[in-house]
């Protein structure tokens, strides 16, 4: 499979040493007739100075290196080929979206759409209704740049989407009926694994079907790449609970108010929020264990901070402290459609845990204030910076897709965590001048593993 990245503003794919054609069209349809990229004739490329992205573009992984340090992994700058694999009056691309919402999602359905009609000349683009499940229910609708014009500036999908509902044979069974031959499919690592599907039963069948994979994950846990769409825009929205939570413990006595925010995983949302706010006294997230009792714990800083402040603000990531909130409801495991594992409403548990200790233990009043944004962040328009990244993600999935190469997918196997070791956690401590709730030792078992850096270091070699 292909494995796209995304870094500072471009798309890449994985490449180390010599380039593989793989997986490109032609690795299964060696006899596939090549055209001249329409863009040559295209006026909005016309002063470009260098129009076609060159096979021997790469960029390195890592940006900073030591004399004698090994040769790392490179990738594939995206962008338009010299020559195409489709005819525009042959082509007929699908779009699907899969899985949760996040900001930006409608940008790169319109970019995607734009870009086949206005760079590549595609006049037929059919949107599949309601995720996965539209292939074989037949829920589709006629997408034209008219149609999609001002969805950009909606939240939410504009194709609907749904969880689950994968049928492999089914899916490619409806995409050979109706002739598709472009496949774009926006979504989580759920998602792409379904298209990974997809691409392998489309080779299998010998198609002529390039299939795009765009992730999307408002958690920004796609490892390697720089961020995800959407999550600017999920940071800035949480300002607002944020700045409102300050606001509500500020005019109270002993005020400590809690804001949840997305991060399953991974607690980038969270993190980035609180070091963008300055008033976050306290930010929890899944990387990093915290207690509540005892020298050094949760209850202890939180009293520190009201002596000291009369009011404080705890950030904590929806999937911090999920062991906790367990044992204490004897809750056991459970997942929605998707495989995700359905977590526990951690921010009640511990707004209920703050207030007995204080009331019980300690004997002080205290004021909780509980805000929950989690699904106001994501359910938005992209801002600004966002719908940029969103039209050079949807560019150039068009201009691989057009090139030939198909199987775009999921970068590695692995998730995209905060290291505990990094600057940028240690700049979130500076900040909130909160303890880290680990020792030394405690925190270096935190550090990227390994086996998950040998993954990243050993990618399958591919390119476009």
Request: positive net charge; charged residues 25%; aromatic residues 8%.
């Amino acid at each position: 499979m292909l494995r796209w990245i995304e870094t500072r503003g471009r798309r890449w794919v994985c490449a180390r040493r010599r380039p593989s054609l793989d997986p490109h069209l032609t690795k299964f349809l060696p006899d596939l007739p090549s055209y001249p990229n329409p863009l040559k004739e295209s006026q909005a490329y016309a002063i470009v100075k260098r129009t076609f992205v060159s096979s021997e573009d790469v960029v390195a992984q890592n940006i900073v290196v030591q004399k004698g340090s090994k040769r790392g992994v490179h990738f594939r700058r995206a962008g338009p080929r010299e020559r195409v694999y489709f005819r525009s009056d042959e082509v007929k691309a699908c779009i699907v979206t899969c899985g949760g919402l996040c900001p930006g999602i409608n940008t790169v359905i319109r970019e995607i759409v734009c870009g086949l009609n206005n760079m590549y000349g595609v006049n037929n683009i059919l949107g599949i209704q309601g995720g996965y499940r539209g292939f074989y229910s037949k829920n589709t609708m006629t997408l034209t740049p008219k149609v999609v014009n001002d969805i950009h500036k909606r939240g939410g999908t504009f194709l609907q989407t749904s969880r689950g509902g994968h049928d492999t044979t089914k899916i490619v069974d409806n995409i050979q009926d109706r002739g598709i031959n472009q496949v774009y499919i926006i979504g989580g690592d759920g998602t792409q694994k379904g298209a990974e599907k997809i691409y392998q039963e489309v080779e299998r069948r010998g198609l002529q079907v390039a299939v795009s994979g765009i992730p999307k994950t408002i958690d920004n846990d796609i490892a390697v790449i720089d961020k995800s769409f959407g999550f600017d825009t999920a940071v800035e929205e949480a300002q607002r609970a944020i700045n409102a939570a300050h606001v509500e413990v500020e005019s109270v006595e002993n005020g400590v108010g809690i804001v949840k925010l997305m991060g399953r995983y991974s607690g980038f949302i969270a993190m980035i929020a609180t070091l963008a706010n300055r008033d976050v006294d306290c930010c929890l997230i899944p990387e990093s264990p915290f207690f509540l009792e005892g020298k050094g714990g949760l209850f202890e800083f939180i009293e520190q901070r009201l002596k000291e402040n009369k009011h404080m603000v705890i950030v904590i990531a929806e999937g911090a402290g999920q062991d906790y909130v367990a044992q204490s409801m004897r809750a056991s495991e459970t997942k929605d459609a998707s495989g995700n594992r359905l977590l526990l409403d951690v921010g009640l548990w511990l707004t209920q845990q703050i207030k007995d200790h204080f009331t019980n233990v300690r004997n002080m009043t205290i004021n909780m204030k509980y805000i929950d944004p989690t699904y106001m962040i994501r359910a938005i328009p992209s801002n600004a910076s966002d719908n940029v990244y969103c039209t050079l993600l949807a560019q150039s999935a068009v201009h691989g897709a057009m090139a030939g190469y198909s199987g775009f997918t999921r970068v590695t196997e692995v998730t995209n965590t905060v290291k505990l070791t990094d600057r940028m956690w240690a700049r979130l401590l500076a900040s909130t001048n909160q303890p880290s709730f680990l020792t030394g030792e405690g925190a270096l078992q935190n550090v990227i593993d390994m086996e998950t850096q040998e993954k990243i270091d050993n990618m399958k070699i591919s390119s476009i």
